[in-house]
Structure formats: C-alpha cells, structure tokens
C-alpha cells in the first residue's frame, strides 16, 4: 500500500476530487491509502487562525509555523512508515517523470500544500524535505499541485492499471512524449489510420511509433532530447522523421 499524508486547509476538496477515476479506484481496492490533516486543527484560538501578515510589508498574508509544523508533526506520527515531507509551491524544481518514479518506490508521501503568499520560510527550513514545483505559473494553492502527484505516483503502482503497459508507455516515462493513438473506425470525417497500423507488422508498427515519439518530441519538446540517450537506430529514425518534416514543408 502506498499512503499520502496531505497538510492542507481544504480537506474535502483533496479528498473529492481523489475519489474519481483510477486514484478513486485505487483507494476503493486499498492499494493507496489517503489521510488528509488540517492546520487548523492545530491552532490555539477561537477563530483557528493560521495566517498572519508579513514582516516587512507587502500585500496578502502568510501560513504561519505552528498550526502548520503541528500538522506535520501528527502526519509524521501518524503512521510507523517514514515518509519525507514534500513542500509544493512555485519556487520548487519542477517535477519530472523521474521524480514520480522515485516517489512511486516509497511507502509513504506527506504532501504540504501552501495557501496565501506562502508559508512561514522557518517552516519549510525546518520540517520540508522538498520542494517542488508542477510548472511555471502560479496557483492558487497546494491542493491542485499535490493532487497531481498523487495521481501520477498513483499510476505507477502495481495493479493499478488494468494493463501494467500502460504506464510504461505514457509520455515522459523514456524521457520522450508518447507516439499518436488510434481507434476504431479506421476511417471517419476523411481521416484514415496510418496504414503501418492496420498492417499486423509489429516489428513495423514499433519502428513508426518510436519514430513518431522521436520526432513529436522534437517537435514539441526539443529540450527532452538534449538529455536523452539514443540508439543508432532511434537517431537514423529521428533522422527520417526531420527530413520527411522539412520536405512536406
């Protein structure tokens, strides 16, 4: 089983929106078990207050330490599993398909999501193993950003998904973007499938759908392919993909 501890101000909206598709599924046959813990929880007064305005001025407020250390501490002290506490905000590394994989090696994910202008730095000095970041844009808090690391280590799993294939060939998984998927009917709207695809040639249908990995990914993400290792093959393959491109204009 694989647990995810999430420190979060909106519980229910954590544990709705985890209740679909293969994340709910996965929780329902308890393959991933979900604890959410609110900071709130944690406060000593009667409006239960976590924020407070910054020092040294500026707009909105900030997550102060201790309703959201407590948490932390009781998500820590929660389960005998060590688990590292991973902070996600806009200043993080952005996550990668090997980030998840390591994740997805685990037992155990204590996931801190962040509201406001941020949190306290004290606290992610002190209890914050890492720190990272979904992309370059900013949300408007945690919940959205842990939910996708949960859905993504989620995926990884054993017998989570019908067919453990599926998984190994999602985008990123080769550090390069999936090939195009087809389906019937062969033909619709004067669209056809490409024929290599209709043809039963497996050796064939590969060799079309690395090459068409390779080159959606120059296409798309060029970037990906600075730190791939290729084959010969997979770079005569990419080779044809980019001259076919330029010649069809």
Not at 34 to 56: A, E, I, K
Not at 115 to 124: A, C, F, N, P
Request: net charge negative; no cysteine; aromatic share 6%.
């Amino acid at each position: 089983m694989m647990r995810f501890d999430v420190i979060t101000l909106f519980p229910e909206m954590v544990r709705d929106a985890a209740g679909y598709g293969v994340t709910g599924s996965a929780i329902q046959r308890g393959i991933v078990d979900l604890v959410v813990w609110n900071p709130r929880d944690y406060t000593q007064d009667r409006r239960h207050t976590v924020d407070d305005r910054p020092y040294g001025g500026g707009p909105g407020m900030v997550m102060k330490v201790e309703p959201v250390r407590d948490a932390i501490r009781a998500a820590r002290a929660g389960s005998p599993m060590p688990a590292r506490v991973v902070f996600l905000s806009p200043q993080g590394k952005r996550l990668t398909q090997d980030a998840m994989n390591r994740f997805a090696a685990s037992e155990r994910m204590i996931l801190l999501a962040g509201r406001y202008e941020g949190i306290d730095q004290r606290l992610v000095d002190s209890e914050v193993d890492e720190e990272w970041s979904v992309g370059d844009y900013v949300l408007s808090g945690g919940e959205l950003a842990a939910l996708i690391v949960i859905d993504a280590v989620t995926r990884l799993l054993p017998d989570v998904l019908g067919q453990a294939e599926s998984a190994r060939q999602d985008s990123h998984m080769h550090g390069l973007l999936d090939f195009p998927h087809y389906t019937r009917p062969a033909a619709i709207d004067g669209m056809t499938v490409p024929e290599v695809l209709l043809s039963g040639d497996h050796r064939a249908i590969q060799r079309w759908r690395t090459k068409q990995a390779l080159g959606k990914t120059w296409l798309r993400r060029p970037d990906l392919l600075n730190d791939a290792t290729l084959s010969a093959e997979e770079r005569k393959l990419l080779e044809e993909f980019i001259n076919q491109h330029v010649e069809g204009g």
